[in-house]
């Protein structure tokens, strides 16, 4: 079946967690795209569970792109 994000809170403010499922063969690299499609923030390797600051983004939308050897999935959320 496909993988599925979740990612929570959602709206956030300061730090999202993102359960990304299934993902269990190791780290998982994580990106976060603007609306428009410019990348304003990258993770490599980062063990489960997942947990990215994002004070320093300014409000607005975002999609979070979850990578592992196997898997790859994306999800939306907000910035407040």
């Not at 979070?64 to 910035?79: D, G, L, Y």
């Amino acid at each position: 079946h496909s993988p599925l994000v979740k990612i929570y809170p959602n709206p956030a403010s300061e730090v999202i967690r993102v359960g990304a499922y299934p993902m269990q063969d190791g780290p998982a690299d994580i990106e976060i795209f603007s609306i428009v499609g410019q990348r304003v923030l990258i993770q490599k390797g980062i063990p489960g569970p997942i947990s990215v600051n994002i004070c320093r983004l300014p409000a607005g939308s975002y999609l979070v792109k979850v990578s592992s050897p196997s898997v790859s999935a994306t999800a939306a959320f907000i910035k407040l």
